[in-house]
């Protein structure tokens, strides 16, 4: 069995999940990402990740598919034996923003199969897996991780779909933390603001025009390290008295202001 702690990481072949491997690594830990894009595309950036001496296991899988969530975890189990820390990265937008009177099953699905359903049921498969460890690792302490957004409380109805499945992500953070007490699993919550990423380029102009006119308190772009640090928090065992809790990465969004 690995004697390093395992962190499995949807999503995070680049953008926020990658920034989360790659600081997760600097902390010790080994890497499992779970991700659709090919090892080709993206072998720079889990390359960068391996120079810190992580052990770095790339996955290819659908989180939307049961065999591959199941094949994922069975081979993270055969090639370390543990998973620590589930970090529910993976998430997609819309492909067309389109207002949400015009909107069409068809998005509502595809984004809801991958943000909601495949989160859930991933989330189910790695729980059931971390109560078989309990007790088999020595000073075992696991965590899940769900990313969720400030969409999760903030109307944008030009991708209402979006807006609908990061809502589900926080009562899915509240049903597993309560479900998963028991057993000594924390579960947290992380919901990131404006942040810079291949998902949020194509929009650059619109968020900087917003910055500069005061959105945010925090007058900048948030970055993938902005919250890779907040997870480190949470798996560094800095909120072990603390579960289902939420921490919002959003240049002070999220405060009410006059």
């Known amino acids: ?30 890497i499992a990402i779970m991700d659709v894009l090919k090892y ?27 065999e591959s969530r199941e094949q994922v975890v069975s081979d993270i189990m055969k ?34 199969d991958i943000n909601l359903k495949g989160t859930l049921f991933l989330t189910q498969t790695v729980a059931n897996q971390m109560i ?31 807006c609908i499945s990061k809502a589900g992500i926080s009562m899915l953070t509240k049903l597993f933390a309560d479900r998963l007490a028991e057993y000594g699993i924390n579960v947290y919550e992380v919901r990131p603001g404006i942040i810079f990423t291949p998902m949020t380029e194509v929009v650059k102009g619109k968020y900087d025009k917003l910055i500069a006119e005061g959105l945010l308190p925090i007058k900048r772009w948030g ?5 890779a640090n907040a997870i480190s928090a949470f798996c560094m065992d800095l909120f072990s008295y603390s579960t289902g809790e939420v921490i919002n990465i959003d240049g002070g969004f999220h405060i009410q202001r006059l």
Do not use: C, H, W
């Open 132 to 162: 078989e460890l309990i007790g088999k690792v020595d000073n075992y302490r696991p965590k899940i991780i769900n990313i969720a957004s400030m969409s999760s409380y903030t109307s944008s109805t030009s991708r209402g779909e979006y």
């Open 1 to 30: 069995m690995n004697q390093k702690r395992v962190a499995l990481i949807t999503g995070a072949a680049r953008g926020i999940g990658n920034g989360i491997a790659l600081k997760l690594a600097k902390d010790g830990f080994d």
């Open 223 to 227: 970055y993938p390290e902005d919250i």
């Open 79 to 112: 090639k370390f034996g543990r998973i620590d820390v589930l970090v529910n990265n993976a998430g997609v937008a819309p492909k067309v923003r389109t207002d949400l009177l015009q909107m069409t099953e068809e998005s509502y699905n595809f984004v809801m």
């Open 40 to 66: 080709d595309d993206i072998k720079d950036n889990i390359k960068i990740i391996e120079e810190t001496k992580a052990t770095v296991l790339y996955l290819n899988g659908n989180i939307t598919d049961k």
